[in-house]
T-cell receptor, first 115, second 114 residues
Framework: GAVVSQHPSWVICKSGTSVKIECRSL??????MFWYRQFPKQSLMLMAT?????????EQGVEKDKFLINHASLTLSTLTVTSAHPEDSSFYIC???????????FGQGTRLTVV | QQQVKQSPQSLIVQKGGISIINCAYE??????FPWYQQFPGKGPALLIA?????SEKKEGRFTISFNKSAKQFSLHIMDSQPGDSATYFC?????????????FGPGTSLSVIP
């Protein structure tokens, strides 16, 4: 089946620094990828839709200048958390559709801890 | 209207018992209803999914029941096992709108005790 891979699986960074998370579709091309954020014991909340070759679409309340999304190729989308603060600590998950499939494949998630 | 409601928030079931999780939605544009299973520290994985033109779908021990008129659907896990202990999310999506986002319910934490 299709595989979506995230890197890194976990990262610890100092407050004020920036962190980049990669989301790759390993065996298919994904024109659209999605970035979710999940706090402990809560559901996945969509942050933004990443479109290859164009600007990302952000959900209401998500700061686009803080969460920079780049979908530079059909297999890679990146989420950069800029000037990270402890409240940005969370579990970030990406997903992608393979063509017209109805299934959304999810990455294994990235645990970000800002200290 | 984009919301998907889910209950219960948590569920404890004895090994061999039946686990039942219920969901409801408002948006009639939703036409695809997946269930995801998530273990701690992992991304969600698709468990089973159903379209509204079907009232029931069974895969192994997992069954989705769908009531289109009531806009409700549920997951039944038969012969629940300790390995089923995880968080379960119902979800909804509009597949006619290609590449549309998945809307998740709030989740149910299932614990299956021996």
């Amino acid at each position: 089946g299709a595989v979506v891979s995230q890197h890194p699986s976990w990262v610890i960074c100092k407050s004020g620094t920036s962190v980049k998370i990669e989301c790759r579709s390993l065996d298919f091309q994904a024109t659209t990828m999605f970035w979710y954020r999940q706090f402990p014991k809560q559901s996945l909340m969509l942050m933004a839709t990443s479109n290859e070759g164009s600007k990302a679409t952000y959900e209401q309340g998500v700061e686009k200048d803080k969460f920079l999304i780049n979908h530079a190729s059909l297999t890679l989308s990146t989420l950069t958390v800029t000037s990270a603060h402890p409240e940005d600590s969370s579990f970030y998950i990406c997903s992608a559709y393979r063509g017209m499939d109805t299934e959304a494949f999810f990455g294994q998630g990235t645990r970000l801890t800002v200290v | 209207q984009q919301q998907v409601k889910q209950s219960p928030q948590s569920l404890i079931v004895q090994k061999g018992g039946i686990s039942i999780i219920n969901c409801a939605y408002e948006n009639t544009a939703f036409d695809y209803f997946p269930w995801y299973q998530q273990f701690p520290g992992k991304g969600p994985a698709l468990l089973i999914a159903i379209r509204p033109d079907v009232s029931e779908k069974k895969e192994g021990r997992f069954t989705i029941s769908f009531n289109k008129s009531a806009k409700q659907f549920s997951l039944h896990i038969m012969d629940s096992q300790p390995g089923d202990s995880a968080t379960y999310f119902c979800a909804a999506r509009n597949v006619k709108t290609s590449y549309d986002k998945v809307i998740f319910g709030p989740g149910t934490s299932l614990s299956v005790i021996p």
